[in-house]
């Protein structure tokens, strides 16, 4: 009988499988689909032929019965047999608007214990794959942070039980500076003037956040006054990024309370994500009290 880590295990391999796949296809599919996803933004073609190749491998799985992704409408149920399972929620490719600037971009994956739209309490697991100069994957599954070099389509441990370092260094934050609110422009100034600090933003959540892990800092994707709830979604981007560097000691928050304690409500709802070191964090949830 197969454990809940033996089926987490099972996704996360299923993931890095594709890697590759994914990457040798990304230089035919820049161009825009007619499509917008269900955030109302253009499809890339390599968005969707990352989505249906997602569905496909881990829809098959026999311990995922949901499926969905931030590039469709409406959950696909995938299960055949009636036993329970997990759900995933995945964003195929997070920062495919790099594809044209050929910058960094990747996959985020969320594993949930319960239907979706779930809570981040309810995850169990989450995973990211980095399309970089090199393809790397870091998974978190409740017992610890690991960072792989994804080697065709096999893992290979980088370092294990990742921490966040102690002393920070970068901040990246998105969205345009006079359409951030007044709390969250007085925090950038307590930032910016500090020199052990070095302003990083790449357009892709996942390899801002991946610098974070490595380098120890903060990335926020803030509330906008022209979108209160900011850009990013909960199920796809902020509940398992959150999983993740919580894990790995940081923190992550709305910015009142953790991104795993806000409800869900929609598949596609936003949240405002600001996420890093502990210390950083506390002194962003200071300054919107
Ligand atoms: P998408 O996956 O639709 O390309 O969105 C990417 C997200 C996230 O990865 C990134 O932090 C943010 O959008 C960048 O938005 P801006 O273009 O506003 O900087």
């Not at 309810?122 to 960072?147: C, H, K, Q, R, S």
């Amino acid at each position: 009988m197969a454990t809940q880590a033996d089926s987490i295990e099972e996704i996360f391999t299923t993931v890095a499988a594709l890697a590759p796949e994914i990457r040798d296809a990304l230089p035919g599919r820049r161009v825009q689909n007619d499509e917008t996803n269900p955030s109302g933004e253009m499809q890339l073609a390599a968005d969707a032929y990352a989505d249906e190749l997602f569905l496909d491998h881990l829809g098959a799985l026999d311990t995922v019965v949901e499926y969905s992704s931030e590039e469709r409408t409406k959950i696909v149920p995938t299960d055949d047999d009636g036993e329970p399972g997990l759900s995933v929620a995945i964003d195929p490719l997070d920062g495919s608007s790099n594809l044209k600037s050929n910058n960094t971009m990747g996959t985020i994956v969320a594993v949930y214990d319960a239907p979706l739209p779930a809570a981040g309490s309810d995850l169990v697991a989450a995973a990211y794959v980095l399309f970089g100069p090199i393809t790397t994957m870091v998974t978190a599954d409740g017992d610890g942070v690991t960072e792989y070099l994804v080697d065709d389509g096999v893992r290979e441990v980088i370092t294990e039980d990742v921490q966040l370092p102690d002393d920070p260094s970068v901040y990246g934050f998105g969205g345009r500076v006079p359409d951030w609110p007044a709390d969250f422009t007085a925090y950038t100034e307590d930032i910016e003037p500090d020199d052990s600090m070095k302003l990083r933003y790449g357009g892709a959540m996942i390899g801002d956040i991946n610098q974070v892990l490595t380098y120890g800092g903060i990335f926020a994707y803030p509330a906008l006054e022209s979108a209160p709830n900011g850009k990013l979604r909960l199920q796809f981007e902020g509940n398992p990024i959150g999983f993740i560097i919580e894990s790995a000691g940081g923190r992550s928050s709305d910015g009142i309370q953790s991104l795993l304690n806000v409800e869900a409500t929609d598949l596609h709802q936003r949240v405002p994500v600001h996420i890093g070191n502990v210390s950083l964090i506390k002194e962003l949830e200071e300054r919107f009290r």
